[in-house]
């Protein structure tokens, strides 16, 4: 026969703390995962192609003479397809990180919510904190609704279920 555990025994785990760590770590990986979608990394054709063009433009700056301007003008013209490569170049790679990160943040999405589930269904009826009520005045008996007395003049803060 299998032992059913009380709400005594989960007293024993600091709930407040593993629930705020647990949140704190999905947001923050969450950040991340937003963030190097947005951002991506560099390649060495892009960094080839940004180096080109600045030695092509440095090119065209230093022949400021009439006589080179033919010289200059065609070195601008190419610098300006390499910018226009490029920027075709960063559209592609930013549309395919775009998409293989959409699969992550999805499965990620769904694991954040499962956990989040897990925690509400596991500590449905235990409290998560116990605040001392002249610090919750006014909402006290509304924040420990259904999650028992107060003992010793504290809440027992239940805001994970009814």
């Known amino acids: 026969m299998e032992e059913i555990e009380t709400p005594g025994e989960f007293a024993s785990f600091p709930a407040a703390p593993f629930i705020f760590f647990t949140v704190i770590a999905f947001q923050f990986a969450s950040r991340w995962l937003q963030d190097f979608k947005k951002k991506g990394s560099r390649t060495d054709k892009e960094v080839r192609l940004h180096g080109e063009i600045k030695q092509l433009l440095k090119e065209a700056s230093s022949l400021s003479q009439p006589s080179t301007f033919a010289q200059a003008a065609k070195l601008r013209r190419t ?9 075709n170049y960063q559209e592609q790679r930013s549309e395919e990180i775009k998409l293989s990160y959409d699969l992550y943040l999805k499965a990620f999405f769904i694991t954040k919510i499962a956990t989040y589930f897990m925690l509400i269904v596991w500590y449905w009826r235990s409290p998560v904190a116990s605040v001392p009520q002249n610090l919750l005045q006014p909402f006290g008996r509304f924040l420990s609704w259904k999650a028992g007395d107060s003992l010793n003049d504290k809440i027992m803060v239940n805001n994970l279920g009814t």
């Open 79 to 87: 610098a300006a397809a390499k910018e226009k490569q490029l920027s």
